[in-house]
């Protein structure tokens, strides 16, 4: 049975996969030059997921206004890992003490988010899916370590489609599997059980 915080990803030796949802302007410019440009925002923050029903399920299947498009970012492992240290969850965890949270949660520039991780039809799994919010610094390090980006949409709009009337198989989409945290640091500033 899954149950608790956990990240599941597309991933290898090298490169985690996360996912973001944008408007064309956005989404094109980011394909064309294999990084954002100038119409992405370095001053506000931004969300990455590694879960791609997550994401689906936040988008919309692309259907939501800005985010018409699904990017997959390929990042390199130790860009990703170093994003989970300098995180901090958006609400205290149990047992956490509230000022000394609330400071670190002002001062970081990544946080962590769980929700329920998602089925195909948006049904809640029995796990959390991670969402990270990067700003500031992070973000640079983020678009620093991305390896690829590649355009989802073709696929989300072909998958929703089969999704809709009852012919998606799981198994054509994303393969995801637990990505290991072995830092218990990480793994208890974050609860990742």
Same mark, same amino acid.
């Given at each position: 049975?899954?149950?608790?915080?956990?990240?599941?990803?597309?991933?290898?030796?090298?490169?985690?996969?996360?996912?973001?949802?944008?408007?064309?302007?956005?989404?094109?410019?980011?394909?064309?030059?294999?990084?954002?440009?100038?119409?992405?925002?370095?001053?506000?923050?931004?969300?990455?997921?590694?879960?791609?029903?997550?994401?689906?399920?936040?988008?919309?299947?692309?259907?939501?206004?800005?985010?018409?498009?699904?990017?997959?970012?390929?990042?390199?492992?130790?860009?990703?890992?170093?994003?989970?240290?300098?995180?901090?969850?958006?609400?205290?965890?149990?047992?956490?003490?509230?000022?000394?949270?609330?400071?670190?949660? #002002?001062?970081? %520039?990544?946080?962590?988010? *769980? +929700?329920?991780? &998602? !089925?195909?039809?948006?049904?809640?799994?029995?796990?959390?899916?991670?969402?990270?919010?990067?700003?500031?610094?992070?973000?640079?390090?983020?678009?620093?370590?991305?390896?690829?980006?590649? #355009?989802?949409? %073709?696929?989300?709009?072909? *998958? +929703?489609?089969? &999704? !809709?009337?009852?012919?998606?198989?799981?198994?054509?989409?994303?393969?995801?599997?637990?990505?290991?945290?072995?830092?218990?640091?990480?793994?208890?500033?974050?609860?990742?059980?």
């Amino acid at each position: 049975m899954e149950t608790g915080n956990e990240i599941y990803a597309q991933y290898d030796n090298r490169t985690i996969r996360v996912y973001q949802a944008y408007n064309p302007v956005i989404a094109q410019e980011a394909l064309r030059l294999q990084t954002f440009g100038t119409h992405f925002s370095l001053s506000r923050m931004t969300w990455i997921k590694p879960s791609f029903l997550w994401m689906m399920y936040r988008c919309g299947w692309c259907s939501k206004k800005d985010q018409e498009m699904t990017l997959a970012l390929d990042i390199r492992r130790e860009v990703f890992d170093e994003l989970l240290r300098q995180a901090v969850l958006t609400h205290p965890a149990d047992g956490m003490d509230g000022a000394a949270w609330r400071q670190k949660l #002002d001062t970081s %520039p990544v946080r962590v988010q *769980w +929700d329920p991780d &998602r !089925r195909p039809d948006g049904s809640p799994l029995g796990r959390r899916a991670i969402q990270m919010g990067v700003r500031d610094t992070a973000v640079t390090q983020m678009l620093g370590g991305i390896v690829r980006i590649e #355009d989802m949409t %073709p696929l989300v709009k072909k *998958w +929703d489609a089969k &999704r !809709r009337a009852g012919t998606l198989d799981r198994s054509e989409l994303p393969r995801e599997r637990l990505y290991p945290v072995t830092d218990p640091e990480i793994c208890r500033n974050l609860v990742i059980r």
